[in-house]
Structures are given as structure tokens and as C-alpha cells.
């Protein structure tokens, strides 16, 4: 005899399936029904190569060495891992992520750019969401980091600590900033709420779009002047 939970889950199931029929999912890139992202757009995502990119913040060089920037100047963090490039499809699917709340997409290219993290099981001690303002948690209601931090613990096993950093109120939307703007406007942004949570911890900070690299930089050496023993920094894209 099936049990209350058992059947409610039935019917629920009955339904959804019922819903799917008459009103199929379709892709946020493209339209086409079937799925959230359909095979054909994420064959045409293109992925950051390891080994043609600056180890540190993943500019194009042809090459796996660091760029002239990141060799003059400190980033914070050791090494930079990402995703894909910030261009077509992908940007319309991050914009249905953030702004239209449809974290189902996060997750699916989360899983999809995750895989690069993989090999790094053993090697972080705490993952570290990039936070969001509080205004902007309310207006969206979640960090979109987090979603991407809850992926790669999935696959390496890894604690994520979303109340490690907190971010200050009174900053301005980036991607509405110019360089120099940006560039100012995260200084000071970020705060460790306890020193001790990551003082002597390794580190993976974990964000979803890398674009100057201030956001980044300004988080790390937040965590760092707490102590923690090293950074390595995620992001699910990055512009090209």
C-alpha cells in the first residue's frame, strides 16, 4: 500500500508531466522546446582552455603564462579557473540566471563548467560564494554564487562557507560602471564577518562573471588579510 508521501509525490509527478505536454520548456537562448538549454547552444558555449590563457586571470595569450598585468601587480588570488566566454548564448543564458531568476539554467551551466574543478578535490579547504548586497539578495532572492558554489561541492565534497565574506552596502551595480568606476567602487566593498572561520584555510572563491577582475581582486585580499593559508578563484564565465 503506498504511504501519504508516496502518493502526493505520484500525483505531483502525474502533473508535471501533464504540464510538460501542453506547455514544453523551451531554451532561453534560442526558443527551441525540450529544455532549459538545448544541446545544440551548448555545443556552441565556448569554453576558457587552461592552456591558452594566463593561469592567473584568463586573458588569451596563446599560451599557459602569466600576462604582463598579472605579473606587475598582485590579483589576490593565485590562480584564476573559468568557464566560459561571456559572449552569445552564454550571456543570454547568465542574464535569464541573474535577472529572471531562473536558477535552473545556473545549475545546468554551472555543471557543465564545474568539471575544470574537479581535480582540485582535497586541494581547498572552504568554498567562498562571492556575496551579493543585501538589496540585491532581496530583489533576486538568492546569490547566484552560491547556486554555482552548491555545483562544485556536489562534486568535490567541499564546505561552502556563504557567511564568510559580506559584502558592504552603498556599491553601484558594476556592470553599468565604467573601468575606473569599477575600479573604486568595490574598494573597501567586502568584510570577513569572523577571522577565525577562515584564518589558516585554503580557499576557492567563487563567482559567476569575471570581467575587469576588480570584484575578484578586492574579495581576495579581503580574505587574505584575515590569514587564510591561499585563494584560488572560480568563475562560471569571463569576458573574452
Not at 97 to 104: I, Q, Y
Not at 117 to 140: M, T, Y
Not at 189 to 208: C, N, P, Q, Y
Request: glycine fraction near 10%; aromatic fraction near 8%; proline fraction near 4%.
Amino acid at each position: 500500500m503506498p504511504t501519504e508521501g508516496g502518493s502526493t509525490s505520484t500525483v505531483l509527478s502525474l502533473f508535471n508531466c501533464a504540464l510538460a505536454l501542453f506547455y514544453p520548456e523551451s531554451c532561453v537562448v534560442c526558443g527551441a522546446d525540450g529544455s532549459a538549454l538545448c544541446p545544440r547552444c551548448i555545443d556552441d558555449l565556448r569554453t576558457v582552455k587552461e592552456t591558452e590563457v594566463c593561469p592567473v586571470c584568463g586573458r588569451w595569450l596563446g599560451r599557459r603564462i602569466p600576462c604582463a598585468a598579472c605579473s606587475e601587480a598582485e590579483m589576490g588570488f593565485s590562480r584564476g579557473i573559468y568557464g566560459f566566454y561571456y559572449e552569445g548564448g552564454l550571456r543570454d543564458a547568465v542574464h535569464a540566471f541573474k535577472f529572471r531568476g531562473r536558477k535552473d539554467v545556473g545549475r545546468r551551466l554551472a555543471r557543465l563548467a564545474v568539471e575544470k574543478v574537479r581535480p582540485l578535490r582535497g586541494a581547498f579547504d572552504l568554498i567562498v560564494p562571492v556575496p551579493v548586497s543585501g538589496r540585491r539578495l532581496r530583489e533576486r532572492g538568492f546569490n547566484q554564487s552560491y547556486i554555482i558554489s552548491e555545483e562544485i561541492s556536489a562534486v568535490t565534497g567541499g564546505t561552502i562557507d556563504h557567511r564568510a565574506l559580506v559584502k558592504r552596502g552603498g556599491t553601484r551595480d558594476q556592470f553599468a560602471l565604467s573601468r575606473r568606476e569599477r575600479r573604486s567602487n568595490v574598494r573597501g566593498a567586502f568584510r570577513v564577518r569572523d577571522r577565525s572561520s577562515v584564518e589558516g584555510k585554503r580557499i576557492l572563491l567563487v563567482d559567476d562573471l569575471f570581467t575587469t577582475g576588480y570584484t575578484a581582486s578586492e574579495a581576495a585580499r579581503t580574505l587574505k588579510a584575515s590569514g587564510c593559508a591561499g585563494i584560488t578563484f572560480f568563475a562560471l564565465a569571463r569576458t573574452p
